[in-house]
């Protein structure tokens, strides 16, 4: 007990050291019980300006105190750091609290983007929202949206007008929605609306007459910057981006799209028919895949390979909600909640259970966390492909996936340790313990790292569920 007693005092002893040492020395000697309102008297500079703090009106112990020790004067923050110093006032803004999309920056550092005293930007912030280079746009700091856009491609104007234009930078709401998802002023079309008229006769001819009020402005165009002519989304289908309006579409009438055929999925047949095939004749079906092909597909274009509507995540999650709701948890899989479920499920129907792109758990696993897992990498798209190139991913993102360092199905998550089903010894036709990857770990989300089964925490608690000489 006196040992533990001692370590404690050590403890506090040398965070009053550190907190002491950390803390800024201030020039001349100050009070203790200073009076606030003196501080101006230096820091005048700090009370000026197009945008001052309100909290200097409250004067600077509000936010700072002064420490004296024989002649020396330290000023520290009345917090452990700035960011939950501002979270006493602001605690609105607090991400633990807030159950959607939260912009990097405001999760633990106020001060990357805003002075905590003064500016001459709204909010306090360092820098303007608009200016086409880091030195002058605050989010070209991070973000380098419309910079280095290639001699063919375009550029939205609208960058011009500052980011703010478009987006909230502190919005959120429900995950999975877009204009929380990305903190915009309003969600598309109606944002786009704002500044683009539908009787403008120059858009009404780019769109060859089509009716496009109330369209997705964003499954045909990226709405910073493009590769292409037009703010072309990164992946078309081929007879959109040939122009080839007719090979779906007839005149409109009375303001109405008028399709060549009596369904949208009769057309896509008409090209994809191995499609149809697969749709029909699966062992599993998908249920959603029996509707139009444009419940889940934009027939134009997109920012994802195979343009699904609005991204590959959300456009399964209107269904499964319940899947949606795991995403919630502290542990979400990276594969399930940013890239999408088609990486692990065939969405059109196959023969596995549960429409699994691999006849078992393990081949479908370790076709990423695999020792021999080689995905294949397409230059001119930028992408790599995995299952025989039936799913494509983002160039990098292998650099993000532990891989398992397995020999004949042993070694992991300890040397040694099987991965696979152990065979009884005495008849090596059966199976003496069921191993895969499931019996361990959840594949969409967990309340802990590691994935584990039931939220469980990574500890010989967890392996005692087999090992049971681990709780004798």
Same mark, same amino acid.
């Given at each position: 007990?006196?040992?533990?007693?001692?370590?404690?005092?050590?403890?506090?002893?040398?965070?009053?050291?550190?907190?002491?040492?950390?803390?800024?020395?201030?020039?001349?000697?100050?009070?203790?019980?200073?009076?606030?309102?003196?501080?101006?008297?230096?820091?005048?500079?700090?009370?000026?300006?197009?945008?001052?703090?309100?909290?200097?009106?409250?004067?600077?112990?509000?936010?700072?105190?002064?420490?004296?020790?024989?002649?020396?004067?330290?000023?520290?923050?009345?917090?452990?750091?700035?960011?939950?110093?501002?979270?006493?006032?602001?605690?609105?803004?607090?991400?633990?609290?807030?159950?959607?999309? *939260?912009?990097?920056?405001?999760?633990?550092?106020?001060?990357?983007?805003?002075?905590?005293?003064?500016?001459?930007?709204?909010?306090?912030?360092?820098?303007?929202?608009?200016?086409?280079?880091?030195?002058?746009?605050?989010?070209?700091?991070?973000?380098?949206?419309?910079?280095?856009?290639?001699?063919?491609?375009?550029?939205?104007?609208?960058?011009?007008?500052?980011?703010?234009?478009?987006?909230?930078?502190?919005?959120?709401?429900?995950?999975?929605?877009?204009?929380?998802?990305?903190?915009?002023?309003?969600?598309?079309?109606?944002?786009?609306?704002?500044?683009?008229?539908?009787?403008?006769?120059?858009?009404?001819?780019?769109?060859?007459?089509?009716?496009?009020?109330?369209?997705?402005?964003?499954?045909?165009?990226?709405?910073?910057?493009?590769?292409?002519?037009?703010?072309?989304?990164?992946?078309?289908?081929?007879?959109?981006?040939?122009?080839?309006?007719?090979?779906?579409?007839?005149?409109?009438?009375?303001?109405?799209?008028?399709?060549?055929?009596?369904?949208?999925?009769?057309?896509?047949?008409?090209?994809?028919?191995?499609?149809?095939?697969?749709?029909?004749?699966?062992?599993?079906?998908?249920?959603?895949?029996?509707?139009?092909?444009?419940?889940?597909?934009?027939?134009?274009?997109?920012?994802?390979?195979?343009?699904?509507?609005?991204?590959?995540?959300?456009?399964?999650?209107?269904?499964?909600?319940?899947?949606?709701?795991?995403?919630?948890?502290?542990?979400?899989?990276?594969?399930?909640?940013?890239?999408?479920?088609?990486?692990?499920?065939?969405?059109?129907?196959?023969?596995?259970?549960?429409?699994?792109?691999?006849?078992?758990?393990?081949?479908?696993?370790?076709?990423?966390?695999?020792?021999?897992?080689?995905?294949?990498?397409?230059?001119?798209?930028?992408?790599?492909?995995?299952?025989?190139?039936?799913?494509?991913?983002?160039?990098?993102?292998?650099?993000?996936?532990?891989?398992?360092?397995?020999?004949?199905?042993?070694?992991?998550? *300890?040397?040694?340790?099987?991965?696979?089903?152990?065979?009884?010894?005495?008849?090596?036709?059966?199976?003496?313990? *069921?191993?895969?990857?499931?019996?361990?770990?959840?594949?969409?989300?967990?309340?802990?790292?590691?994935?584990?089964?039931?939220?469980?925490?990574?500890?010989?608690?967890?392996?005692?569920?087999?090992?049971?000489?681990?709780?004798?």
């Amino acid at each position: 007990m006196k040992r533990v007693l001692k370590s404690v005092l050590i403890v506090i002893w040398v965070s009053a050291l550190l907190t002491g040492a950390l803390a800024a020395v201030h020039p001349v000697p100050l009070d203790p019980k200073q009076d606030p309102a003196t501080c101006a008297q230096c820091h005048e500079d700090k009370t000026k300006g197009k945008s001052v703090h309100s909290a200097i009106a409250m004067g600077c112990t509000a936010c700072h105190e002064i420490r004296v020790k024989g002649t020396v004067t330290r000023l520290k923050l009345v917090a452990t750091s700035t960011g939950a110093l501002c979270l006493t006032c602001h605690a609105d803004k607090k991400a633990a609290d807030i159950k959607g999309v *939260v912009h990097p920056p405001a999760v633990r550092d106020c001060v990357k983007c805003h002075d905590p005293h003064t500016s001459d930007n709204k909010f306090q912030l360092l820098k303007a929202e608009s200016g086409d280079s880091k030195d002058s746009n605050l989010c070209l700091s991070c973000h380098n949206t419309g910079v280095n856009v290639p001699k063919d491609g375009s550029r939205h104007p609208a960058l011009d007008s500052g980011c703010d234009t478009c987006h909230v930078t502190h919005k959120t709401g429900a995950r999975g929605v877009r204009e929380f998802d990305y903190h915009l002023t309003k969600d598309a079309p109606a944002l786009c609306l704002d500044c683009h008229d539908v009787k403008d006769a120059a858009l009404l001819k780019a769109h060859q007459g089509q009716p496009f009020a109330t369209a997705d402005c964003l499954e045909c165009h990226d709405p910073h910057q493009s590769d292409s002519k037009h703010l072309m989304a990164k992946f078309t289908h081929v007879p959109f981006a040939g122009g080839q309006c007719d090979s779906c579409h007839k005149p409109a009438q009375d303001g109405k799209v008028v399709l060549t055929a009596a369904t949208a999925k009769e057309i896509c047949l008409g090209c994809h028919s191995d499609k149809g095939d697969q749709i029909d004749k699966s062992k599993v079906q998908h249920p959603g895949a029996a509707g139009d092909c444009t419940d889940c597909h934009s027939p134009h274009g997109g920012n994802f390979p195979a343009f699904p509507k609005p991204n590959p995540v959300a456009v399964c999650m209107g269904c499964h909600s319940d899947i949606g709701d795991l995403g919630k948890k502290a542990h979400p899989h990276q594969p399930v909640f940013e890239q999408g479920c088609a990486i692990c499920h065939d969405p059109h129907g196959n023969d596995n259970l549960h429409l699994l792109r691999s006849s078992s758990p393990n081949k479908l696993c370790l076709e990423c966390h695999g020792p021999d897992s080689k995905p294949v990498k397409l230059e001119s798209e930028h992408v790599v492909t995995i299952f025989d190139g039936k799913v494509k991913l983002p160039e990098d993102y292998f650099a993000k996936v532990p891989i398992l360092p397995l020999r004949f199905n042993l070694g992991h998550p *300890v040397d040694g340790h099987p991965v696979s089903d152990v065979m009884d010894p005495k008849d090596m036709t059966k199976v003496k313990t *069921v191993i895969n990857c499931l019996v361990c770990h959840q594949p969409h989300a967990s309340a802990e790292p590691d994935l584990l089964v039931n939220d469980q925490v990574n500890n010989a608690l967890f392996c005692a569920t087999c090992h049971k000489s681990l709780t004798r």
